[in-house]
Nanobody, 121 residues
């Protein structure tokens, strides 16, 4: 079993910054792509940013230039540095990973429990 634990959410004023972290734990053989998604009230969950095991990244247009995704493969951890936050960034942010478990060997899509980011104007 593989689990993801997010941290770093909170409340900030517009223009502020936050850094989210997400650590994978459990019986891990390998973590492939990791990413961050978000879901605002009444809206569908959407991709924010994604990073592969070789550090190739892609971002949603609405965060380009403001958010940066990175990862520490030795720690099985992914980060999301957010600057220039806007009220419309308010959402629950979810970590996602494509993982291979060790015992039993299985390919898994794993989600974290989510962390709330609130940006006030």
């Amino acid at each position: 079993q593989v689990k993801l634990l997010e941290s770093g959410g909170g409340s900030v004023q517009a223009g502020g910054s936050l850094r989210l972290s997400c650590a994978a734990s459990g019986s891990i053989e390998r973590i492939d792509a990791m990413g961050w998604y978000r879901q605002a009230p009444g809206k569908q969950r959407e991709l924010v940013a994604r990073i592969t095991s070789s550090d190739s990244t892609n971002y949603a247009d609405f965060v380009k230039g403001r958010f940066t995704i990175s990862r520490d493969n030795a720690k099985n951890t992914v980060y999301l540095q957010m600057i220039g936050l806007k009220p419309e960034d308010t959402a629950v942010y979810y970590c996602h990973a494509d993982a291979v478990s060790r015992s039993p060997v299985a390919y898994l899509e794993v989600w974290g429990q989510g962390t709330l980011v609130t940006v006030s104007s």
